[in-house]
């Protein structure tokens, strides 16, 4: 289960760092119209649309990826003064109750207007370029498809959780743990010591 769970994980931080790389298009294109705008007086006529489909497509997929790391907010005020039993029994109740119908109802929607899109390849309507804005709506149910996967792993873990009275590992906290423990090796050998092992029998 926790190999299920980490594979999970690993892919929506694939696909929410993959997506992070168009920070750079949405960078280099708005430098690139304040230098011929204000410059150049030539100011262009896709700095817009570029703008809002990279920082759109970007925020779509980072949905997963946020939720694996578990970076949405919530209102803590309350909920870390509770035992994780009962952090685990209210997030499946939310999880249950909000999060699938919510996301049931996303990729339903969002099929049905990528799919309108995508069939008349729609162009924006902001600029004379026609720059084609159908590939960010398709993006919408394929979000919900990521999300549905995610809040699966999520739920389990509540489940987990629920038996056990801790909750289980994400895969960024074992990435953690592995970055402290090579860093710690790296400052040794380069003090010239080396960690002793541990003593034989000791399960370590």
């Given at each position: 289960?926790?190999?299920?769970?980490?594979?999970?994980?690993?892919?929506?931080t694939w696909v929410g760092k993959a997506f992070a790389w168009l920070i750079l298009?949405?960078?280099?294109?708005t430098s690139y119209e304040v230098f011929v705008r204000y410059v150049l007086n030539s100011p262009t006529t896709w700095a817009f649309d570029i703008s809002y489909i990279t920082y759109g497509a970007m925020f779509l997929m980072a949905g997963a990826y946020t939720l694996s790391r578990n970076g949405h907010v919530r209102g803590?005020?309350?909920?870390?003064?509770?035992r994780p039993r009962m952090q685990a029994g209210m997030d499946l109740a939310l999880y249950i109750v909000f999060f699938l119908p919510a996301v049931g109802a996303w990729i339903y929607a969002g099929w049905t207007y990528a799919a309108m899109s995508?069939?008349?390849?729609?162009?924006?309507?902001?600029?004379?370029?026609?720059?084609p804005v159908f590939p960010l709506k398709a993006l919408?149910?394929?979000?919900?498809?990521?999300?549905?996967?995610?809040?699966?792993?999520?739920?389990?873990?509540?489940?987990?959780?629920?038996?056990?009275?801790?909750?289980?590992?994400?895969?960024?906290?074992?990435e953690e743990i592995e970055?402290?423990?090579?860093?710690?090796?790296?400052?040794?050998?380069?003090?010239?010591?080396?960690?002793?092992?541990p003593p034989a029998g000791t399960g370590a």
């Open positions: 289960m926790t190999r299920f769970l980490f594979f999970i994980d690993s892919l929506s298009v949405l960078t280099f294109g803590d005020v309350v909920y870390r003064f509770w995508v069939r008349f390849r729609e162009v924006s309507i902001f600029s004379p370029a026609g720059v919408i149910p394929v979000t919900g498809v990521f999300l549905l996967l995610q809040g699966i792993a999520e739920i389990i873990r509540c489940v987990l959780c629920l038996r056990s009275g801790a909750w289980p590992q994400r895969l960024h906290d074992v970055s402290v423990i090579l860093h710690e090796r790296e400052h040794l050998a380069a003090g010239g010591e080396m960690p002793p092992s």
